[in-house]
């Protein structure tokens, strides 16, 4: 659209000048088995915010509303089992479809978007319950999701899949809050 008003602005010289294209927020989540969780549990699942090639807690993850935001998740993880399907559905994305890249695993679905991945291809999901946000995360990928947010506030984050009993309700490994601040 953006394009298409800088054009025809070009071309007419009469029209209001065009629109500068919105900026993309970008943020990276690395997901991997961490042995650091202690509690004699052994490895669990961890969900950490890359900042400037730099691991940090997931605990609060901080997003712009109002913002179109490219959610980046480079997993790290192998399939979590049992799943179920409806955990692989996209919900909450913009278009309602993800890319969903597959990196090691010898699969390839190429980066054709998907608007959903079966049980047996998931590994962890990223789901923001009270935002309607649900994104599937395959195993051993790089899975890009666009989200937008029309409201800010303090909402609860986690993974859907049941693929780390402690982690699972630990903030910073597989669950924490996640802040929706104005631009
Ligand atoms: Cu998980």
Same mark, same amino acid.
């Given at each position: 659209m953006a394009f298409v008003a800088a054009y025809s602005w070009h071309q007419s010289q009469t029209g209001p000048a065009p629109v500068a294209v919105a900026k993309v927020y970008r943020v990276e989540l690395f997901v991997s088995d961490d042995a650091g969780f202690g509690q004699g549990v052994g490895a669990q699942p961890r969900y950490s915010v890359l900042v400037d090639g730099v691991l940090q807690s997931s605990?609060?993850?901080s997003l712009p509303a109002f913002t179109p935001i490219e959610l980046i998740i480079v997993n790290n993880d192998t399939r979590t089992n049992p799943a179920s399907d409806d955990m692989g559905? #996209?919900?909450g994305a913009v278009g309602g479809k993800v890319v969903f890249n597959y990196t090691n695993d010898g699969r390839t679905y190429g980066s054709v978007p998907l608007s959903s991945v079966p049980a047996d291809q998931l590994s962890h999901t990223f789901t923001i319950p009270q935002l309607g946000v649900?994104?599937?995360v395959t195993p051993f990928s790089v899975v890009v999701a666009h989200l937008y947010f029309d409201k800010t506030g303090t909402f609860y984050w986690m993974c859907w899949c049941p693929c780390?009993?402690?982690a699972m #309700?630990?903030?910073g490994w597989m669950s924490g809050q996640v802040t929706v601040h104005a631009p």
């Open positions: 605990a609060n993850i559905a #996209v919900d649900s994104i599937p780390g009993y402690e #309700v630990t903030p």
